[in-house]
C-alpha cells in the first residue's frame, strides 16, 4: 500500500512469483487481522455519507469481501468509468512507489528465491524505511521552498 507522494504504509512480500493474489490473502497480516474481525479504525465521508470500515482496491481474483473493491472492466456510464479511472490511478501510485523503491535500492530488483525468509523481510523492511525516509525529507525541502516562495511574494 502507498499513496500518491509514493510513501509506502504496509508492505507484503515474499520469494519471487510465489505472491499471487490468493496466497497473499492467506498470508499477509494485513488480511489476517481483517478475516479475524480486527481492523484499523477509519472514519471518512464519501457524498454526505460517513463511513467507518475501510476498504483496499483490488484488481484480479480476490473474493468478493466487503472490504475489497475490484476493479469495474467495462464501466458503462460516466460515474463507474469515473470511479475505474481513479482506481486506475492509485494502482498506478503503488507501481511508481515500487519502481522507486527499486530504482533506489539495487537489491530489490535481484532474485530472493534462495534467501531466508527472515533476512528478506529485514532487507525489505530497512529499504522501505530508508525510501520513507527520503520521501518525507523531500516533502519537507518542497515545503520549505515553497514558505520561502510565500516570503518573497509579501
Known amino acids: 500500500m502507498a499513496s500518491y507522494d509514493t510513501w509506502i504504509w504496509h508492505a ?51 473474493p468478493r469481501w466487503a472490504t475489497l473493491v475490484n476493479t469495474i472492466y467495462s464501466p458503462d456510464n460516466p ?20 519502481g522507486i523503491l527499486q530504482a533506489r535500492s539495487a537489491i530489490v530488483l535481484g532474485p530472493t528465491h534462495m534467501w531466508c525468509k527472515d533476512n528478506l523481510h529485514s532487507i525489505m523492511m530497512t529499504c522501505i524505511i530508508l525510501h520513507n525516509m527520503i520521501v518525507e525529507d523531500e516533502n519537507e525541502y518542497v515545503e520549505e521552498e515553497s514558505n520561502d516562495e510565500d516570503m518573497c511574494l509579501q
Open 79 to 98: 460515474k463507474k468509468r469515473l470511479f475505474a479511472q481513479m482506481q486506475e490511478a492509485y494502482m498506478k501510485d503503488v507501481e511508481r512507489a515500487f
Open 12 to 62: 507484503f512480500f515474499g520469494a519471487t512469483g510465489s505472491n499471487n493474489d490468493i496466497n497473499i490473502l492467506a498470508r499477509s497480516p494485513l488480511f489476517n487481522d481483517m478475516v479475524h474481525g480486527v481492523a484499523h479504525h477509519i472514519e471518512y465521508i464519501v457524498n454526505g455519507n460517513q463511513y467507518h470500515l475501510g476498504y483496499y482496491l483490488a484488481d484480479g481474483i480476490y
